[in-house]
């Protein structure tokens, strides 16, 4: 990684740490559409997993996948800023699961090649800094054949509001961390990841399920 890049990732773990103790309070409302949508989403991860299997969880927050995750699978869950990791932490242990639950970076994963069976992630492209270099990561730690699981937002496909989110992208980035207009379909593809299905959540295109296949 180079030294813009070990800056741009400073700067996403110093913001994602600055809302971690408001993030819960601050996704209340969205949070009311994307519960049915984490619903459908781990029912999808679930029909690619088999007992036993090692399942990676990347950008993990606050926790609020873990009342979804399969069980009989075994998961490790990582996330850049250590306030999320605190907080999955707690919520995972009031829930009575256990997991490995930990920081990391998906751009620089400490795991072995061909280490896990599948791996997902909810609303987290939108903020790795390098996220080419975060999907190649997971492409070389999952499996051959092993399926990668995303649910993200990305820049509408509708020409005029995908232009006012590129407009509007700087300042929802520094206020709150994500991108609000990137192609992640596009960056999985070129990531040299297989793509599957791309389901498209909501009538505007803009929230989607994205399925991958490490071939
Ligand atoms: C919008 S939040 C989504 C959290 C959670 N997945 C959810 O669905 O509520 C994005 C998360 O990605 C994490 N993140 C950003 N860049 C990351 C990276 N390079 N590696 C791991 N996690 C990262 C942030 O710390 C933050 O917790």
Request: one cysteine or more; charged letters at 25%; a neutral charge.
């Amino acid at each position: 990684m180079d030294s813009s890049d070990r800056h741009a990732t400073v700067v996403t773990k110093t913001r994602y740490g600055r809302i971690a103790p408001i993030y819960d309070f601050l996704e209340a409302i969205p949070e009311l559409r994307y519960r049915s949508w984490r619903e459908h989403f781990w029912r999808k991860v679930a029909g690619t997993l088999d007992a036993g299997d090692l399942l990676l969880e990347v950008g993990v927050g606050t926790g609020k996948n873990i009342p979804f995750w399969p069980e009989g699978v075994a998961v490790t869950a990582i996330d850049l800023t250590p306030g999320m990791v605190k907080r999955a932490h707690r919520r995972a242990r009031k829930l009575g699961v256990s997991a490995d639950i930990l920081e990391g970076d998906v751009q620089d994963l400490k795991y072995a090649d061909n280490h896990f069976d599948a791996a997902t992630a909810t609303f987290v492209f939108c903020s790795v800094p390098d996220p080419m270099r975060g999907l190649r990561e997971l492409a070389r730690v999952v499996k051959p054949t092993g399926h990668i699981v995303l649910m993200e937002h990305v820049r509408s496909p509708n020409p005029v509001l995908g232009k006012l989110m590129d407009v509007l992208n700087p300042i929802i980035r520094s206020l709150m961390g994500p991108n609000i207009n990137r192609n992640t379909v596009a960056n999985v593809n070129s990531a040299g990841l297989d793509v599957v299905e791309v389901e498209n959540l909501d009538r505007g295109g803009i929230f989607k399920i994205i399925h991958a296949q490490n071939l």
